[in-house]
């Protein structure tokens, strides 16, 4: 598998790069946005000029912006992300501290648009015209209402009418699966219907027809032939699915009172706490490049044709 | 072991439509025919004609939208009408087999072939996983796959044509079905290819399977075929045993055939008749009347009665016994064959390839090849798939640079040259495409397709209109046809439309890739037709690239034989074809199918290797 290796290699050099960017971009952005962070740090307390001082010599502002973009890169490469305004940690503790409820929301999200979205495509794709228009009509409502909407519907059903759900906190199974629905609902829409296209147009190729004449079910045929091709495009989307996961976190996590990263970042963005936004980007950035590598070897894995070096 | 003379089908009224927006099509119209174990029925027809609807309608798979009925549809004793889902998934695969054209797409690509074969094992029977694989290994071996036990883990991309379409023969095959139906099974490979499969599907019908066989090409079938069908609008228009078929055809449409394919006829004659211009015919009437010689009015009415010409063969038309019309003369002198008595008798030197070299990066696709086209010739470049034809016919257009000879056009030197410098000549050499669709930007109309290649300014868009109407009459269009998009034309109308295009800047030279590949032969052969017309009026020099040896043999004056990147034969076409030197050219011209194979033993043509 040579191939494959500098296939890899070539990746992760690009992955870097692209984490660099991310990393630029972030700090550019945070360090150029209007009023002083300073101000905002100290905020209603009235400070005295000294303090301002004080504060400002503390975080490094009083340096010009060419000398704190090169220390940050510096703290950067050896990990360090620096220390929240806010909480007085380390951005990397607050940050490995509320990574994994967000991990476990977005994950289960995912999973579960994905099943349900593939057992309505399977069942529907190239079906009755009636069932599969009132299917697809109801994935583009899903997919266009917004999520805090549908949040709190769950919760004034299934929590607050008939007690099924905690509404808020509940770190175990329970407590996932409301914020978990509210996630998965939008992405449940998209990506049916782009399996349901895909299996549609997979089940007129001769290979399906083929299957058929080898006596395989209809079932089989969806399942064993059809359902690999439409998965590949489904799996062109799951990388940017799983970022619009990560934002969506930050609406749900607020709505059911959850611990996590989407949390720690709506707080940061909102008291401006530069290092911890910073962090969340630079780690959000690393998380997207790894998934789109991931993504990049399942189309291997699922298409042997793309294997083969291209001459 | 053949328990032969056992009939295993039989069919009657067998009929098909489809419902689409606005209406019904009848695809198949009424068909009867039985088929016995060890015995192979070919059904023969063009794109259209229903062959295909009825190979799948056997197995219950016409399509979505389709509806079937027939008076009788019976393998071996169980009535296939009506019968459940369950019982349909035990008929496919393990009673019928069914192997369909092109295995590129009719082999899953994600799938390994071993899988692919396990599956139908799964179906019918079944074993575990180890023994599946076993057995995959086993039938590989029997379709003469080299090296099963690794290719059973190969995926269909990575295997040749002709191995690919055995891998396919071997998964319809696997769990025995005494009925096979194989679709257009040899359409897309090279001939020796083409061959092998043939021997391969000859030998399952020795051992005892009734083979059905639907091909659009009556040389395939004949080496093949114990009876022939031959079916035009959905109904079998003559049907009985092979050699009458071929020696002694009845019916005007299997007559037009036979005449059309170029393999048979002795160059400089017409391929094609002009048919009698008349109503087109009514629901009852014969299908082919449009196009039919002999076409009265009584034909276009109808009813049509089939007719027994002699026991076990009949015709559908009630004319078969009127005159056929002669041929229209051989044409007129084409440019002379003249003998080289000297080279200035010789017409002038349009291309001139010398000593040019051309790869990808890999082995080189065409190896210091050289030729030399004259004025008003044409000079035939034969060879199977990756032979470096495709790449020669790029770099005679300079649309590929050499890595090494030269390439002169009308005497001026033509690769090397800045891009700016070639342009004034490159009106002057056309391409005519393979497949015009792909061709041609499918939001443009025929006129905007040909005005492109006029380049004449907007003002003189009179002139301009002129001038399309001109060119599409030349190439025997209705002017009228400008304003259609190209998807709305045939594959023959459609070809002409590329020849028009190609002759808008008064080419001396066109570059013929596969320009006839893709069309039915009846049409095919009006193309060819065509292309000798246009010669003879316009002196155009021809370099007409095909894998065609029947093609080629009846365009050409001269002719190159092209194998892995090298010319490995030249010559005049009449001492190439009758005589030839090299023993790739032999081996060529031995798989070559022609319709006298049904005269010979039925010995196997060609050994697989």
Redesign the interface.
Known sequence: MPATLRWLGRRLILAAFVVFGAATAAFAAMNLMPGDPVLTILGSTNPTPALIAQVRSDLGYDEPFAVRYAEFLGRLVHGDLGQSYQLREPVTEVITGQLLPTAELALTAFVLALAVAAVLAVTTA?RRPAVRRVVSALELLTTSSPGFWIGILLLTFLSFRIHLFPAAGGDGVNGLVLPAITLALGMTGVFSQVLRAGLERALE???A??????????TAVRT??AL??ALIPVLTLSGWALGTLLSGAVVVETVFGRRGIGRVMATAVIGRDVPTVTGVVIVSAVFFTLINILVDGLYRV????LR?EK? | MPDSDRTLLTVEGLRVGFRVPGGRIEAVRGVDFTLAAGECLAIVGESGSGKSVTA?AL?G?AG?GASVGADRLELDGLDLRGIG?RQW??????RI??V???AL???????TIGAEIG??LQ??GGGTRAERRARAVDLLRQVHLPDPEIRVGW?S?ELSGGQRQRA?IA??M??DPPVLIADEPTTALDVTVQAQILDLLAAKKDAGTALLLISHDLAVVARLADRIAVMHGGRFVEQGEARDILVDPAHPYTRTLLTAVPTTRPRGTRLSLTPIAGPPPGPDGCTYAASCPLAADSCRTGPIVPVLREPGHAVLCPRTDEPWPAPPPPLANRAAPAETTGEDDEPATVIEVTGVTKS???PPAVLEASLRLRAGRTLGVVGESGSGKSTLALLVLGLLEPDAGTIEVLGRPWSARPERERRALRGRIQLVPQDPLAAFDPRYRVGRIIAEALGVPGAWAARRDRRIAGLLERVGLDPSLAGRHPRQLSGGQRQRVAIARALASEPEVLVCDEAVSALDVSVQAQILDLFVDLQRELGLALLFISHDLGVVHHISDDVVVMRSAEIVERGPVERVFQSPEHPYTKALLTALPSPEDVLDDPGPVARPT
């Open positions: 190239g190729e001769p290979y027809l083929t299957a058929r004449a080898r006596g395989t079910g209809e064993r032939h690999r091709h699922i298409d042997p044709r083969q001459a | 799948r197995v798979l979505t889902d998934r035990e008929v496919r695969g393990g087999g069914l369909l054209q092109d797409s009719s082999l899953d690509p994600l799938r599956e139908t179906n019918h995926h991309h396919l998964a319809s696997a769990a990808y990066g890999g």
